[in-house]
């Protein structure tokens, strides 16, 4: 059975800075890619990150040189570290894991709210 578990949301006030992590279990975690998608109320889901198998990256033009995903495969877990944040980064954020032939398993979400 796979699992995905996001963890470490909450709220933060402008300019601070979150670390996301999701755990991923039932999968041979090195050899999918693992993203962070993000949707915020009333907008539809959009990648924010993504890293491959490989530890290429890529990220949504409105994260970049903010936001930083990274993996740890020994823990079978990747991170997002939010950084900067502002108020429409305000959304439930979504770790997924991608095998190569496409499936996709996504996790529940986890609140980042980001106000003063």
């Known amino acids: 059975q796979v699992q995905v578990v996001e963890s470490g949301g909450g709220l933060v006030q402008p300019g601070g800075s979150l670390r996301l992590s999701c755990a991923a279990s039932?999968?041979?975690?090195?050899?999918?890619?693992m993203g962070w998608h993000r949707q915020a109320p009333g907008k539809q889901r959009e990648l924010v990150a993504n890293i491959g198998s490989g530890g290429s990256t890529n990220y949504a033009d409105s994260v970049k040189g903010r936001f930083t995903i990274s993996r740890d495969n020994a823990k079978n877990t990747v991170y997002l570290q939010l950084n900067s944040l502002k108020p429409e980064d305000t959304a439930v954020y979504y770790c997924?894991?991608?095998?190569?032939?496409?499936?996709?398993?996504w996790g529940q979400g986890t609140q980042v709210t980001v106000s003063s």
């Open positions: 997924t894991a991608q095998s190569k032939t496409g499936e996709t398993y």
């Open positions: 039932g999968i041979i975690f090195s050899v999918y890619a």
